[in-house]
């Protein structure tokens, strides 16, 4: 079995993801797909909870920022019911994040 990897870089912005959406449906074997965070995002959450824990107020703005680049991912990429699903669902993650 093939294992593909695909690194924050890869997952950046709507064009990189579209990329590794034809790379994964070009398979002509069964695979298994491993994602990482996309490009910084691991870092802007740990530098969020870090001044959460220290009882900052910036850290709601580092939320803010994660939910709109995700949201827009999820408006460039997805339609319909799945958009509107996929929209509810980063809302609600990072309302318990805040």
Known sequence: ?????????????T?????????IAGQ???????????????DR??????LARDQQSAY???????????LQLVHDLLAGPVRTSAAEEINSL???FE
């Open 1 to 13: 079995m093939k294992v593909l990897n695909f690194g924050g870089s890869s997952l950046g912005d």
């Open 15 to 23: 064009e990189s993801i579209q990329l590794v959406k034809k790379i």
């Open 28 to 42: 002509e074997e069964a695979c298994v797909v491993v994602i990482s965070a996309s490009e910084g995002v691991t």
């Open 45 to 50: 959450l740990i530098h969020a909870a870090q």
């Open 60 to 70: 709601q703005e580092l939320a803010r920022g994660l939910r709109q680049t995700h």
């Open 94 to 96: 990072l309302d318990e």
